[in-house]
């Protein structure tokens, strides 16, 4: 897995399967599909957590908080390899009602295909940024095209939790969203779905988004002509010409 020190070197980052990318693509000339995901909470809901497992497979419990990472790996999916990119941001907060949102957080949103908003089960707080956050994606990307998918992380802490996993699905359905109750440290396969679902998502924009797709659906080709109706036709006409010619 390749480490992309911060946000500000999303811009200079080659795409995958460029001479520069990370060397996954077996000197293939085609590159695989860029895919790029924002993964947003507040702090200590296991962002970090949540972003290694997906691509790494591994738990590690320990992190350096508000490291605003880019993570970036070649993934199959379906049978197709994505070029994976997830950054991970640093934790908000709510202040005086409103949503403590830096410019870095707003330019891994901007800059991102797909949003992954997680919170803890174990903290409350963490649940009610949530509808603060999913506004701010939208009004980010205004049109509502940016698939966002709630994640409620920690599941195997029931012993202290302090949100009901049904709270967050009814939220989670209200604005919107596919909810994910996961438990990082003990279920991979419920982080790697989560994630999955957003790659199809954004895969499926892209595909119908291109050029060709857009003049093939609005310009229908136009049907070959039928040559022996065209004959059929013909002889008909010459027919009735000739019934004219003899009547007169």
Known sequence: MRLVQNMCTIAEYPQAGSANGDGC?????????????AVVGASGVGKT??????????????????????????????????????????????????LDCNEQLNRCIRWADAVVIVFSITDYKSYEVLSCLHQQVRQLHPGNRVPIVVVANKADLLHIKEVEPQHGLQLANMLGCTFYEVSVSENYNDVF??????????????????PEKRRTSLIPRPKSPNMQDLKRRFKQALSAKVRTVTSV
């Not at 779905?193 to 291109?210: D, H, P, R, W």
């Open 25 to 37: 693509s077996g000197g293939s000339s085609v590159r695989p599909r860029l895919i790029k995901i």
């Open 49 to 98: 957590a949540l972003v290694v497992r997906f691509l790494t497979k591994r738990f590690i419990g320990d992190y350096e908080r508000n490291a605003a990472n880019l993570y970036s790996r070649q993934i199959q999916i379906d049978g197709e390899m994505l070029a994976i990119q997830v950054q991970d941001t640093p934790g908000v907060q709510i202040h005086e009602h409103s």
């Open 193 to 210: 779905n989560a994630f999955q679902l957003l790659c199809k998502e954004v895969s499926k924009q892209q595909i119908t988004s291109t």
